[in-house]
């Protein structure tokens, strides 16, 4: 069994045996951990949730249990088990194996680490070092790690709630297997809230609560997956429950509202999150759907994004998508962008509201985009072609024996449209940008 999981670099302590409840502490200690610390499950078999990864037979499951592990990264959002895997493997395998936060450790700590992986290849025995919210690693410290994971003298195990394709550096990236971890389903969650009030040991099993119906089934879709936040939520009102004074403490709807006070919306405004949520707006405003629309503006706006960067969106959308079907789309985009300047918060909601639904029921165009698109794209990849004689200004005697303006065709005098008379390059005299919906 692993015998070294070290929390803090100058503070080594052993890891237990599996099956235990974490790293060696007093009853004291464990006592005064968070009940999600303390209800952290200690087997494979205590798992809850990704049975993707870890059902019988699944391939992680295989690789802990076979001591076969290989550099990997833990991608999946907070409370879902990505720390308690890292112990887990910890526990399964003859590895050495050492813990860093990448909040407060750096290249020098990576140094200290490859010394001690030295010593221990030296012995004969490998070490797997995890790394604690890897996305918090710079591309220098994660260089730094590069040439020991490629070597095999380290075997990486990195937990990040953040897409691994933006925040890990390729050559990382490519020397490890992610591993998609998913918010466990309610019903898992229901069952990690049974068994801590009925724990004695690790629980909340001696406080003998008695729990209103539907009070847990409440705090598992608060959670939204999060197991930890639905641990934390439970603590908190059960410790109002006692304070109360009731005999037996009860854990009423009324407690729990108290102790859930605001509901934390997952979002992100600058992680994956953000960049998923304004692609699902866009994307249901073109499909012309007003309630999924306003749906995705809603989740944006009550999770604190600043309204001024979704108004900026629908103004760009007025133009790619709406376009010439509906010329006034972006004039109406840019009023919303005033309207909400003057008014701000919280009735400007109403400004982005009724842009989102005008903008879905408005009709489509992106034949303007398109005609553009193509537009640039001649423009990077061909020559700079000469502007026509024909078109070219003659304010001076020798560029009018030059031929400057020779040719010109003035079209209000020929009653509209000159169709003859080619205004493009001579070797792009044939292209087609603009193309009628």
């Known amino acids: 069994m692993s015998d070294s999981l070290f929390p803090d670099m100058k503070q080594p302590?052993?890891?237990?045996?599996?099956?235990?409840?974490?790293?060696?502490?007093?009853?004291?200690?464990?006592g005064a951990a968070p009940l999600a610390d303390r209800m952290r499950p200690?087997?494979?078999?205590e798992m809850l949730g990704q049975e993707h990864l870890l059902g019988q037979g699944k391939v992680l499951r295989r690789l802990i249990e076979e001591d076969q592990v290989s550099s990997m990264i833990l991608w999946g959002p907070p409370?879902?088990?990505?720390?308690?895997?890292?112990?887990?493997?910890?526990r399964h395998s003859k590895a050495y194996f050492v813990s860093l936060s990448a909040v407060l450790s750096g290249v020098k700590d990576i140094k200290q680490v490859v010394e001690q992986a030295r010593r221990m290849t030296a012995a004969g025995r490998r070490t797997v070092l995890f790394i604690d919210e890897l996305h918090r690693f710079n591309?220098?410290?994660q260089d730094a790690l590069l040439p020991h994971v490629e070597s095999g003298a380290l075997t990486l195990i990195g937990a990040t709630t953040e897409n691994p394709s933006f925040e890990v550096i390729a050559p990382l990236l490519s020397r490890s297997r992610v591993f998609v971890l998913r918010p466990?389903?309610?019903e898992d969650i229901l069952k990690l809230l049974h068994r801590a009030l009925q724990d004695e040991e690790r629980g909340l099993g001696k406080w003998a609560m008695e729990v209103e119906e539907d009070v847990l089934s409440r705090i598992a879709s608060f959670a939204e997956g999060d197991a930890r936040q639905a641990l934390n939520s439970l603590e908190v009102a059960c410790r109002l429950a006692r304070s109360s004074g009731q005999s037996p403490?009860?854990?009423?709807a009324k407690l729990l509202a108290e102790a859930l006070q605001n509901r934390h919306l997952r979002y992100d405004k600058s992680g994956e999150e953000h960049y998923n949520i304004i692609s699902a707006l866009h994307k249901s405003m073109r499909n012309s759907d007003p309630d999924a629309s306003l749906y995705w503006l809603g989740r944006m706006l009550e999770a604190?994004?600043?309204?001024r960067y979704?108004?900026?969106?629908?103004?760009?959308?007025?133009?790619?998508?709406?376009?010439l079907a509906d010329p006034d789309a972006v004039g109406r985009a840019v009023d919303a962008l005033r309207a909400y300047d003057f008014v701000g918060l919280p009735e400007g909601k109403l400004f982005l509201a009724q842009t989102a639904v005008y903008l879905a029921k408005a009709p489509k165009s992106n034949a303007v985009y398109k005609a553009y698109g193509a537009v640039e794209k001649d423009v990077r990849e061909t020559r700079s072609e000469p502007v026509p004689l024909h078109l070219r200004n003659a304010p001076t005697r020798l560029m009018k024996d030059l031929g400057y303006g020779q040719g010109y065709r003035y079209a209000h005098d020929e009653g509209g449209r000159v169709e003859e008379m080619n205004c493009l390059p001579e070797k792009l005299k044939d292209r087609r940008y603009w193309e009628e919906d």
């Open 184 to 186: 466990l389903e309610e």
């Open 310 to 323: 979704i108004l900026r969106r629908m103004i760009r959308f007025a133009a790619e998508d709406v376009g």
């Open 79 to 90: 409370g879902v088990g990505k720390t308690t895997l890292a112990r887990l493997v910890a």
């Open 249 to 252: 403490p009860r854990l009423t």
């Open 42 to 45: 200690g087997s494979l078999e």
């Open 304 to 307: 604190g994004e600043d309204p």
């Open 13 to 30: 302590r052993e890891e237990g045996r599996a099956g235990g409840s974490g790293p060696r502490a007093s009853a004291a200690e464990k």
């Open 139 to 141: 591309k220098a410290q």
